[in-house]
Each structure stands twice: as structure tokens, then as C-alpha cells.
């Protein structure tokens, strides 16, 4: 009697298991990838970028919003609006100050903006080559923000 061999059904199986396993994790992770780019920016990267839309590119530092607060520290090393004449420099401050305070309390109507309308408070800190020059503090509803500019 001749013994015939049978095929190995073995390799095969293992090579689709291997490959539907590989397409899987590849699946997983694109689609990991794109339900974060679905999800909104946390509300301080919104504070962050409606600020730096008029103050300028990477002049915000940081931002930290707590309950119904904000503080920022905004650079202003590099912005050309800064007044050469210190003189200039407190009303400058509460300017922009207040078109921050303007931003953050009235945010468009999207996802992630909500913590934002809830703002009452914004403390900014403007700092230039490390020190600090101005702090402003304004609360909703006041006529100006209030804006301690730091001595020489």
C-alpha cells in the first residue's frame, strides 16, 4: 500500500490568520486616527487660537481656564503693534485685553465653545523676553479691564 502525503492545510491557514490580524491593527489605528481629528479642540486651544487670530502667531504661551476663569500669558516679543512709547503702553493693554475678553464670551455656536461662553473672568499676563511688563484682569460686564503696567 503507497502512503500519499496530504497537503498542509496548516501554512495557509496560519498566512490568512497572520494577514487579517495585520489588516485589522492597520484598520484600527486609521480609524483610532480619524475619530481624534473628528473630536473638537478642548477649550483652551480655542481661547488660544481666537486670541492669537489678532494678536498674532504663537504669541500665546498659556492658557488655563478653571470653572468660570481664564488666565493667559501672552509673548509680545516680535508683535509689531507694541508701542515703542511706554507711555502708550497701558492703553494698548486694555485694548487688547479687551478684544480678548470680547472673544472669549462671545464664541461662534460650535462644538468645544461651550466652556468658553461660560467664561465671567480673564487674567492675562503679557510678558517680553521672559519678564513681565503689563497684567489686565477684566470680569464680565465691566466697563474696562483693569491694567497694572510694570515698572522699568
Do not use: C, H, N
Not at 73 to 87: C, F, N, S, Y
Not at 90 to 110: E, G, I, N, Y
Amino acid at each position: 500500500m503507497v502512503q500519499t502525503r496530504q497537503p498542509m492545510l496548516v501554512r495557509p491557514a496560519v498566512l490568512y490568520v497572520a494577514v487579517v490580524l495585520v489588516a485589522g491593527a492597520i484598520l484600527t489605528f486609521f480609524q483610532y486616527r480619524f475619530e481624534q481629528r473628528l473630536k473638537p479642540p478642548t477649550a483652551d486651544v480655542v481661547a488660544q487660537r481666537l486670541v492669537e487670530q489678532f494678536v498674532g502667531a504663537d504669541t500665546v504661551k498659556s492658557v488655563t481656564i478653571a470653572g468660570a476663569k481664564a488666565e493667559m500669558t501672552i509673548a509680545m516679543d516680535g508683535v509689531k503693534a507694541l508701542p515703542a512709547d511706554r507711555a502708550a503702553w497701558k492703553q494698548f493693554f486694555t485694548d487688547v485685553t479687551d478684544v480678548a475678553a470680547q472673544r472669549l464670551w462671545s464664541p461662534p455656536p460650535l462644538p468645544g465653545f461651550e466652556a468658553l461662553a461660560e467664561l465671567k473672568a480673564l487674567k492675562v499676563s503679557f510678558v517680553q523676553g521672559g519678564k513681565e511688563i503689563a497684567r489686565s484682569e477684566v470680569e464680565k460686564g465691566a466697563t474696562a479691564p483693569a491694567v497694572i503696567v510694570a515698572e522699568p
